[in-house]
């Protein structure tokens, strides 16, 4: 799942930004970082030469993590 990412840098640069915004209460930050995500996963999205079904199953898990690592955040943030 994270292999394909390699060859796109700025998912691992956005979701950087998210995690450090979100961490340093920077909304700017969140927010600039959430843009990228989205254009990136975007232009990933439709420049892998793949099939349909492949892409489906990596947006699926992508999504899976994205929502796994907002319940993280939230439950370490609620701690603190």
């Known amino acids: 799942c994270i292999a394909p990412m390699i ?3 700025g998912i691992i640069t956005a979701l950087l930004l998210i995690c450090c915004g979100f961490y340093a209460g920077q909304k700017i930050t969140w927010a600039i970082g959430m843009l990228l995500l989205i254009f990136h ?3 990933f999205y439709y420049l892998m ?3 349909l079904l492949t ?3 990596l947006m699926m ?3 899976a993590l994205l929502i796994g690592g907002a319940i ?3 439950f370490l ?3 603190s």
């Open 7 to 9: 060859k796109a840098p």
């Open 41 to 43: 996963c975007i232009a």
């Open 49 to 51: 030469e793949t099939t």
């Open 55 to 57: 892409k489906s199953i």
């Open 61 to 63: 898990v992508s999504g």
């Open 72 to 74: 993280m955040f939230h």
């Open 77 to 79: 943030n609620k701690r």
